[in-house]
């Protein structure tokens, strides 16, 4: 692959690529540095790019197996994962009503299994169909209409729960 070609099929790709290691990561730095990481390696690598049919699916495949192997790592050297503290905190000192409801919905989001965090990211956030999403999470269609069901039915029930923790903190 060219120079230009991966200008063209990779690099518009960087932010999609940083918003779903973000909703695996949990954090904003890692997640920057994850997508650095790998948009190095796949120009090191830039040859093997020329024959896969869908440059998309495969960087996003990537950077789903680069997330992994972070929290892996994290999991390994036994950090505490203090991520949704700082959701919280950064919840609170949002001023608008629209922040604060993307801030919630993201700490409901953290709350999720990963699996239904991850392919809910990838339908409702960044667009995928639901075969891309297949290819990229390595399961059937079925099954990613399934998670994804779970998914925005587990969150309903999160931000109901976290809503009505809110009002009841709000009227004492």
């Given at each position: 692959?060219?120079?230009?070609e991966f200008t063209s099929l990779v690099v518009p790709l960087r932010d999609r690529m940083f918003r779903y290691a973000q909703s695996l990561l949990l954090s904003p730095a890692e997640a920057e540095d994850a997508?650095?990481?790998?948009?190095?390696?796949?120009?090191?690598?830039?040859?093997?790019?020329?024959?896969?049919?869908?440059?998309?699916?495969?960087?996003?495949?990537?950077?789903?197996?680069?997330?992994?192997?972070?929290?892996?790592?994290?999991?390994?050297?036994?950090?505490?994962?203090?991520?949704?503290?700082?959701?919280?905190?950064?919840?609170?000192?949002?001023?608008?009503?629209?922040?604060?409801?993307?801030?919630?919905?993201?700490?409901?989001?953290?709350?999720?299994?990963?699996?239904?965090?991850?392919?809910?990211?990838?339908?409702?956030?960044?667009?995928?169909?639901?075969?891309?999403?297949?290819?990229?999470?390595?399961?059937?269609?079925?099954?990613?209409?399934?998670?994804?069901?779970?998914?925005?039915?587990?969150?309903?029930?999160?931000?109901?729960?976290?809503?009505?923790?809110?009002?009841?903190?709000?009227?004492?």
């Amino acid at each position: 692959m060219k120079e230009t070609e991966f200008t063209s099929l990779v690099v518009p790709l960087r932010d999609r690529m940083f918003r779903y290691a973000q909703s695996l990561l949990l954090s904003p730095a890692e997640a920057e540095d994850a997508v650095h990481d790998l948009l190095e390696r796949l120009w090191a690598e830039r040859a093997r790019l020329d024959g896969c049919r869908s440059i998309d699916s495969f960087v996003m495949r990537a950077v789903r197996n680069r997330c992994y192997d972070c929290l892996r790592r994290r999991q390994a050297c036994g950090r505490r994962d203090d991520t949704l503290a700082g959701w919280t905190e950064r919840s609170a000192a949002a001023e608008a009503e629209g922040w604060e409801m993307r801030e919630l919905v993201r700490r409901a989001m953290g709350c999720l299994p990963e699996r239904q965090r991850e392919v809910l990211h990838l339908k409702d956030i960044e667009g995928y169909p639901t075969r891309e999403i297949a290819g990229t999470v390595g399961c059937d269609e079925a099954q990613v209409r399934v998670i994804l069901s779970r998914a925005r039915n587990s969150l309903r029930e999160v931000l109901k729960k976290m809503m009505d923790d809110e009002r009841t903190t709000r009227t004492d």
